[in-house]
């Protein structure tokens, strides 16, 4: 823990105590380990959603958004779309940004290829990919070979999507993975149209619009529960809409699922309900006030505490 952070992790230390005592009992934290080892976590879940906040502050370099550079980052990118007005590119780039992830040896490489086009086709801009998705379909099959790596250069998807494959005929090949999430976001009338259909459906509160667009994503293909929780997250960190997620969604979840059963029961293999597992994630990551993304910061520290509960090893792409 940097020294500027200890005072956070002192605050934490004595509100998860003040939880257990006046709220909820935390038995997966009762020894100084333990708890220490998930305050560790904490911060650096708070860290790495900040991280963003910090980004969107500052001077972004216009080589960031080129794809022909090795300087290319979709989300700097993304954030120079937004400041420009343009809010469907920018969506766009935060959706390849998850669908690929950043990989731990290659970062956003596959990120950069996909959309500048392997730097010869072409950029696969909103505007082109979502008028003629059969042509960006064609140009993966083309592309298949080199982007698997065939011209030595080493691609990979993050950590979050190592089941994905890049195989044309695959069932959630890249090119049928984007057709569905342009199907998805053209029958909502465009990105800032979804936000307002969910807006329009719900009380519009944030949390509700981000349970409504959770759902109604499930026809995005290759975006299950973490998929889709990753990119609605990330559009709210982003500043592209006024969301907040509900709930940790636990269904199909599996390290969060232990982490939480551990943290609230002791055990990992403890019976708790997803039902009553997500009010106690709310109660607690509101309890701790760790910021507009609780839920995120809760997911993303239980799962990994879970892991090593005694020691604190930081995670990794």
Known sequence: MK????????LLQVKLISFDAKNHPLPGIDRPETRDAFVEQLIDSIRRVRYLAVMRSRQISINRADPM???????????????SGNLDEAFWLVFLAIYCGKNGKSGWR????????????????????????????????????????????????????????????????????VASYVAWVQQGGGHIGLINQARLKTDGHPRSVFNYMYRSMNVVLGFGRLGRFDYLTM???????????????????????????????????A????????????????????GPQAMQVMEDAVCNWQKSPDQYLPFKD
């Open 69 to 83: 550079l090795d300087s290319f980052d979709p989300l700097r990118a993304a954030e120079l779309q937004r400041r």
């Open 3 to 10: 020294n500027s952070e200890r005072p956070l992790g002192n």
């Open 271 to 290: 019976a708790l309900q997803i039902r009553e597992l997500d009010q106690l994630f709310l109660q607690l990551g509101d309890y701790l006030n760790v």
């Open 235 to 269: 559009i709210g960190k982003m500043g592209l809409a006024d969301i907040e997620a509900d709930s940790a969604y636990m269904q199909g979840a599996t390290g969060p699922l232990t982490g939480g059963r551990l943290l609230f029961r002791g055990a990992k293999n």
């Open 110 to 177: 596959l990120t950069r290829d996909l959309y500048g086009g392997l730097q010869q086709a072409g950029t696969w801009t909103w505007a082109r990919v979502s008028a003629r998705p059969q042509d960006f379909e064609k140009w993966v099959r083309g592309a298949y070979l080199t982007l698997s790596g065939g011209d030595g250069v080493r691609r990979g998807f993050g950590n979050h999507r190592q089941y994905e494959s890049l195989k044309p005929d695959a069932p959630k090949s890249p090119a049928k993975v």
